[in-house]
C-alpha cells in the first residue's frame, strides 16, 4: 500500500469478522496482523471474559489502550483489529483518526444476531440479557463514532474476498485523494 507509514484499523460491532478479515486483508497486502484482544489474552494470561469478570472493563479499557499504543506507535506496519468499544474513550478516538486509516466494517443487527447466537462465550457484554437489545444498544451507542472513521464497507453477505477487495480498492483510492 502506498500509505505504508499509517497503520489500517479496522472498526465494528463484536461479530462483524474484524478478525477474519483482517487476517485475510494483511496477508493480501503483506502487513503484519494485530488482534487486540488476543493480544491481552496472551499477555494477562486469561480469557477476555475472565479477565472482565476479576479486573471490570475499565482496567481492560486501560489494557486495550496500552496494547493499541503498543501497535500503533510500532515501525511495523499493522491491520489492526481491535474491540467493539475501542472508540469508546477520546484518547483513542484521536489517536486513531490521527495514525491510522481507519475502516467501518458495517452490518445488520439481524445478520450480528444470527452469527452471535451461538458464541457468546467471548463476549462478555452481551452474554447477559437479550441479545437483540443488547445488540442495539451497543450500535446505537457507538454508531457515530463508527461513522466518523475514513472509510466504510458493508459487509452484510459478502464474502470475506469480496470485502478485502473493496477495502483494498478503497485504501488506495484514499491514499490518491490524501496526498492532493
Known amino acids: 500500500m502506498e500509505n505504508s507509514e499509517k497503520k489500517i484499523i479496522l472498526i465494528g460491532m463484536t461479530g462483524v469478522g474484524?478478525?477474519?478479515?483482517?487476517?485475510?486483508?494483511?496477508?493480501?497486502?503483506k502487513m503484519n496482523f494485530c488482534?487486540?484482544?488476543?493480544?491481552i489474552e496472551k499477555a494477562t494470561n486469561l480469557k477476555i471474559k475472565d479477565f472482565f469478570k476479576m479486573?471490570?472493563?475499565k482496567e481492560f479499557r486501560r489494557i486495550e489502550k496500552i496494547t493499541l499504543l503498543k501497535f500503533i506507535n510500532s515501525k511495523e506496519n499493522y491491520v489492526i483489529s481491535p474491540g467493539a468499544g475501542i472508540l469508546?474513550?477520546?484518547?483513542?478516538?484521536?489517536?486513531?483518526?490521527?495514525?491510522?486509516?481507519s475502516i467501518f466494517l458495517d452490518i445488520k443487527i439481524s445478520s450480528l444476531i444470527s452469527r452471535l447466537k451461538k458464541n457468546l462465550?467471548?463476549?462478555?457484554?452481551?452474554?447477559q440479557g437479550k441479545l437483540e437489545e443488547n445488540l442495539?444498544?451497543?450500535?446505537?451507542?457507538?454508531?457515530?463514532?463508527?461513522r466518523a472513521?475514513?472509510?466504510t464497507i458493508n459487509v452484510n453477505e459478502t464474502s470475506v474476498t469480496n470485502?478485502?477487495?473493496?477495502?483494498?480498492l478503497k485504501i488506495k483510492n484514499y491514499d490518491k485523494n490524501s496526498q492532493l
Open 18 to 29: 474484524k478478525t477474519t478479515i483482517g487476517k485475510t486483508l494483511s496477508k493480501e497486502i
Open 35 to 39: 488482534d487486540i484482544d488476543f493480544e
Open 55 to 57: 479486573y471490570g472493563e
Open 88 to 101: 469508546n474513550d477520546k484518547d483513542n478516538k484521536k489517536i486513531i483518526c490521527n495514525s491510522c486509516i
Open 121 to 127: 462465550s467471548n463476549r462478555p457484554k452481551l452474554s
Open 136 to 146: 442495539k444498544q451497543m450500535y446505537n451507542k457507538r454508531i457515530n463514532d463508527y
Open 149 to 151: 472513521c475514513q472509510i
Open 163 to 168: 470485502i478485502v477487495s473493496q477495502i483494498i
